[in-house]
């Protein structure tokens, strides 16, 4: 006999938001992240919770397993995806406070490079503090198999972890600077601020206009933002939001368009050396009610 439906939501709701954020991590997307936690809600709802002693390991296997086979398809679609592929945005004020570097947007991008089961070693042990037989549990592998997982993983995503956390003044500072200089079309302040050796990322999804391929360097770069420069001829948009986005410094804007766009910005020593920019409306419906 199951217990109360009551009994079920109480145990599980306390969980919830580590578990949409281990689901996140694992897919990039916060609708397909709510998804999957739902799913498990339900699968937690049909169990006989009697006979489970820690909630937790329960349902972190459960989500896990979920976005296993989520992943499996994603890839088949991210080989397909028009343009570079970028993470959903998640701003500060989704992300419960500073995010920490675990959610970083380059920490992200370099999960997407890992193989799933890769991926899931690494967030279990690495990030949501798993022993290796739970994750073991979890994946069905046996603990040396996951170690050797999680070792292969970090390799990999080391390289990609900040240096040092971004001053938020200093973020803001820049992020201010590079706003005004990328709208204006003003070369000399553009190349105050960014690195020669800068990469841009857009992300329109083959639905609104964007590069099909990353801008390396700060020629290419800043021809990027010359030209929207010239095409809005000198109308700035409405800035949204500004402040954390995946753990970098940037903000969200309201384009002529009458669409969400949302700028993050990566910084060292001064200089961005990143600039991930996401216009697929896909990836933005959670931001619809900035504009309202």
């Known amino acids: 006999m199951l217990p109360p439906d009551g009994d079920a939501a109480d145990r599980f709701q306390p969980l919830r938001p580590g578990l ?17 936690v739902q799913e498990a809600y339900i699968r937690w709802h049909q169990t006989d919770r ?8 329960f349902l972190s296997k459960t989500v896990t397993r979920l976005c296993l086979d989520i992943l ?16 959903e945005p998640v701003l500060e004020a989704d992300g ?35 022993g290796f037989d739970e994750v073991a549990a979890t994946l ?28 938020r003044e200093e973020g803001e500072r820049v992020t201010d600077a590079f706003f005004a200089a990328s709208r204006s079309g003003d070369l000399t302040a553009l190349r105050n601020l960014l690195a020669e050796n800068v990469v841009a990322q857009t992300d329109g999804g083959g639905i609104r206009n964007a590069a099909l391929n990353p801008l390396f360097g700060f020629r290419r ?22 402040g954390l986005i995946n753990g970098l410094p940037g903000f969200v804007t309201l384009e002529q368009d009458g669409m969400v766009q949302t700028t993050a910005l990566d910084i060292e ?3 961005i050396v990143g600039v991930y920019i996401v ?14």
């Not at 954020?21 to 997307?29: C, K, N, V």
């Not at 009697?50 to 390991?57: H, K, L, N, S």
């Open 20 to 36: 949409v954020r281990l689901a996140y991590r694992m897919l990039g997307s916060i609708a397909e992240a709510e998804d999957v």
């Open 50 to 57: 009697t006979t489970i002693r820690e909630p937790g390991a």
């Open 72 to 87: 499996k398809s994603a890839r088949v679609k991210r080989e397909t995806y028009i343009g570079p592929w970028l993470p």
């Open 96 to 130: 419960e406070g500073e995010m920490g570097e675990d959610l970083s947007l380059t920490l992200m991008m370099a999960l997407e490079r890992l193989s799933p089961l890769e991926r899931a070693a690494f967030l279990l042990h690495d990030v949501f503090g798993l």
């Open 140 to 167: 069905d592998r046996d603990p040396a198999a996951c170690r050797q997982l999680a070792a292969r993983a970090r390799k990999n995503v080391r390289a990609e972890r900040p240096r040092y956390a971004i001053d």
């Open 221 to 242: 770069v800043a021809g990027l933002f010359l030209g929207v420069a010239r095409k809005s001829g000198g109308q700035l948009p409405t800035v949204l939001y500004k």
């Open 269 to 271: 020593d001064g200089r």
């Open 279 to 292: 216009r697929n409306p896909e990836k933005l419906r959670h931001l619809a009610d900035l504009a309202d």
